[in-house]
């Protein structure tokens, strides 16, 4: 069972949001080639790649010197599970309400 609040507190921070943007476009990064975007130390980025590794956003290989980051693919996949069944929800609650004003009729 994912944890969805602790994905949605990792991608609340916005240099973790960015980092996790920047992945999807670019695809597998280097921990120096994402901390260029930002004004921070590199232990910060570090901490930062650590807790979306924690949260199952990232995964993380290693190449000689280099650790590569990239987007999990099922990390993700929970949170658009959810916001689907959400989305769901909501339409469906406002399908009644459009039938229900429908079947009303006109209001004098």
């Known amino acids: 069972m994912p944890d969805l609040p602790q994905t949605f507190a990792a991608l609340a921070d916005p240099v973790r949001f960015a980092i996790v943007d920047r992945l999807l476009r670019e695809g597998e990064l280097s921990a120096g080639d994402l901390g260029k975007d930002f004004d921070i130390s590199a232990p910060a980025v570090s901490q930062h790649l650590g807790i979306l ?47 229900a004003l429908k079947n009303q009729g006109p209001t004098q």
């Open 53 to 99: 590794r924690e949260a199952g956003i990232l995964t993380r290989r290693a190449r000689a010197q280099k650790r590569l980051y990239s987007v999990e693919p099922q990390g993700l996949s929970d949170l658009v599970d959810w916001a689907n069944a959400a989305r769901q929800f909501w339409e469906s609650g406002m399908n009644r309400l459009e039938r």
